[in-house]
């Protein structure tokens, strides 16, 4: 079997890592790039480690961004985002990226897609995955963009220049409504553990909701600890596909099954002093909630950024389970979400208009690099 070679860009964003593609390098037709992502990043392996490949056997180091020129109105560039399963050979696009999303506007300046002509530069970035648009702004000095600056985000070693991604009217980007069942709560009968209150919440991508004492946890468990639960992950799993199929987003529990990358699944509880993967125990009054969310089958050891802002618009909508367990000091100001790697700042704009909630935006800030461009070797299809 012969190899081929594509241009290829690898970068960190936020607290994950992709091969950044242009789609000029890539097969006309979308449903050929599946082979080639799965041979890029090492995919299928029954080991889970990737070696032979990109990826580095979790989710967040298995990922692909293609970008490129946009033909939206309002947008400079396409972003798609590809979840490539580890043990499997499956891609997902059905959802997006938000620590990715913060390499998209870099890596659009340095390819030449967007040319600077200020000192800070804002990308508008059309992600295909949910139809949905994001703002991107960060230093461009002297027309280059600036990486080195002072800026740490948990999770992540070192300091990096900070860029501001905006999420403009996040809400619908799975199923095309913020609350998909019209309610702030439902029922979800899950075989084994009986009726469970969740919360169903669609913004920058769909996730269920769960209190963490209702599934018997202090809410403060770390990834391993998660993961060496057989019986938690799946009920955990039971979870997501049934809150799939009440979203909509999958017509049957055997479809849900499928459909791997989301709905995200969600343990909240109330602020408490909060483990991390660094060894500290950070104290309750640094943050207004904390959370565990499962990506991809598989315990995040940060947060998903999508699901930070969705867990952030989730807080602002009276009723919901995530609502309920805010610390009654949290404000109108950015929200602080307690995670394995730290504390997370998330703002979000909701507001209740003509009987109905509606997510505004959502912002934060994330730091990118560039590690290496150069072209990527994969077996010939």
């Known amino acids: 079997m012969s190899q081929i070679s ?7 964003g936020g607290t994950s890592k992709a091969l950044m593609l242009q789609p000029k390098d890539l097969p006309a037709n979308q449903n050929d790039w599946a082979p080639l992502f799965c041979a890029a990043m090492g995919s299928p392996d029954p080991y889970g480690r990737q070696l032979d490949g990109m990826g580095g056997g979790v989710s967040s180091l298995s990922k692909v961004c293609i970008v490129g020129p946009s033909s939206h109105p309002e947008a400079d560039v396409d972003y798609t985002f590809a979840q490539v399963a580890i043990k499997e050979q499956k891609v997902s696009y059905q959802g997006n990226c938000g ?15 967007v040319i600077p002509k200020d000192e800070t530069t804002t990308v508008r970035i059309y992600n295909t995955n949910t139809k949905k648009i994001i703002h991107s702004t960060f230093a461009t000095p002297n027309g280059q963009t600036q990486y080195q600056g002072d800026l740490a985000i948990p999770g992540v070693g070192g300091t990096g220049a900070p860029i501001k991604l905006e999420f403009i009217e996040p809400g619908g980007a799975t ?11 439902d029922t979800l009968m899950i075989p ?8 169903l919440v669609d913004a920058a ?28 992950l799946a009920t955990l799993e039971s979870i997501r596909c049934h809150a799939s199929v009440a979203m909509g987003i999958a017509p049957d529990l055997e479809s849900a099954k499928q459909i791997t990358i989301v709905p995200f699944v969600a343990l909240v509880s109330p602020s408490q002093d909060n483990p991390t993967l660094a060894g500290e125990r950070i104290p309750a009054q640094e943050m207004d909630l904390v959370a565990r969310v499962m990506s991809n089958g ?9 699901i930070s802002l969705c867990t952030a618009v989730a807080a602002r909508i009276q009723g919901t389970v995530v ?7 949290a ?9 394995p790697s730290g504390v997370l700042t998330v703002d979000a704009e909701v507001h209740y208009e003509s009987g109905q909630w509606q997510a505004k935006s959502g912002a934060f800030y994330r730091t990118a690099r560039r590690l290496f461009d150069g072209r990527v070797w994969v077996n010939q299809p």
Do not use: Y
């Open 6 to 12: 594509i241009p290829a860009v690898f970068m960190r």
């Open 192 to 199: 084994g553990l009986g009726p469970l209150t969740v919360s």
């Open 298 to 306: 598989q315990p995040h050891r940060a947060l998903p950024l999508t």
């Open 175 to 185: 199923t095309g409504q913020l609350l998909p069942t019209g309610q702030v709560t």
């Open 205 to 232: 991508n769909a996730a269920v909701f769960i209190r963490a004492q209702d599934l018997g946890l202090t809410g403060l468990e770390l990834p391993d600890a998660i993961e060496n639960r057989p019986e938690l």
């Open 323 to 329: 609502a309920d367990v805010l610390s009654p000091k």
């Open 99 to 113: 620590n990715m999303s913060a390499a998209v506007g870099p890596f659009a300046v340095d390819q030449g897609l």
């Open 331 to 339: 404000g109108a100001q950015a929200l602080r979400l307690g995670m």
